[in-house]
């Protein structure tokens, strides 16, 4: 049974920073794309940063200087860290991940969600 499991969300003042983690545990062959979205209050979800197993990240512009992707593949766990925390990034935000394992028998690639961890930004 694989999962992950997040932490790291908070209240914080603008300006302020946070640090996120995406655990994977479980029977784990390989963690292929690790995708970081968020949920504003009344909006939908959106994909705001990935990661590639080879090491690519990639972020939307709003973002792009103030977040950052970090891998510990020892660990199979993946680190954001968000610096200079606006009111408007106050969402939750949740990982998603392409992992490779076995389910009743068949190898494949299977998509995993965290549980989600709340991140507000307010004064």
């Known amino acids: 049974q694989v999962q992950l499991v997040e932490s790291g969300g908070g209240l914080v003042h603008p300006g302020g920073t946070l640090r996120l983690s995406c655990a994977a545990s479980?029977?784990?062959?390989?963690?292929?794309?690790m995708g970081w979205y968020r949920q504003p209050p009344g909006k939908q979800r959106e994909l705001f940063a990935f990661?590639?197993?080879?090491?690519?990240?990639n972020y939307i512009d709003s973002v792009k200087g103030r977040f950052t992707i970090s891998t510990d593949n020892a660990k199979n766990t993946v680190y954001l860290q968000i610096n200079s925390l606006k009111p408007e990034d106050t969402a939750v935000y949740y990982c998603?991940?392409?992992?490779?394992?076995?389910?009743?028998?068949?190898?494949?690639?299977?998509?995993?969600w965290g549980q989600g961890t709340q991140v507000t930004v307010s004064s």
């Open positions: 998603n991940a392409q992992i490779e394992t076995v389910r009743g028998g068949l190898r494949a690639l299977y998509a995993y």
């Open positions: 479980g029977s784990i062959t390989s963690i292929k794309d």
């Open positions: 990661s590639t197993s080879g090491g690519t990240t």
